[in-house]
Nanobody, 126 residues
């Protein structure tokens, strides 16, 4: 499966953005979809994920819980990350990832995902 992330941009603190991850070459309903981010000078970190064949089995990093929402639209073969109440600490390149066979306990691990999009930059100004 090929993934294309989009929707990043420059926003002010408190604003919202929705990132999209469009998939081709595979049906995302059968994939666990994850979002990760990497800020300058920092390691890639887990943001959110939704388990395969589910629209409600979602997971979030503590830093985004209550502000971000991960979802999928199987008809559009696209996953989303709705980001609300953004703050400068959310500035990073955001990546979407997919995997068909990761086990539940590894959903937060970047190494568990076989397929990655190219990343989209989110910049939050104060």
């Amino acid at each position: 499966v090929q993934l294309q992330a989009s929707g990043g941009g420059l926003v002010q603190a408190g604003d919202s953005l929705r990132l999209s991850c469009a998939a081709s070459g595979g049906t995302i309903s059968g994939y666990s979809m994850g979002w990760f981010r990497q800020a300058p000078g920092k390691e890639r970190e887990f943001v959110a994920a939704i388990f395969r064949r589910s629209n409600s089995n979602t997971h979030y990093a503590d830093s985004v819980k209550g502000r971000f929402i991960v979802s999928r639209d199987n008809a559009k073969n696209t996953a989303y990350l709705q980001m609300n109440s953004l703050n400068p600490e959310d500035t990073a390149v955001y990546y979407c990832a997919a995997d068909r066979s990761l086990i539940y306990s590894t959903i937060r691990n970047a190494d568990a995902y076989d397929y990655w999009g190219q990343g989209t930059l989110v910049t939050v100004s104060s």
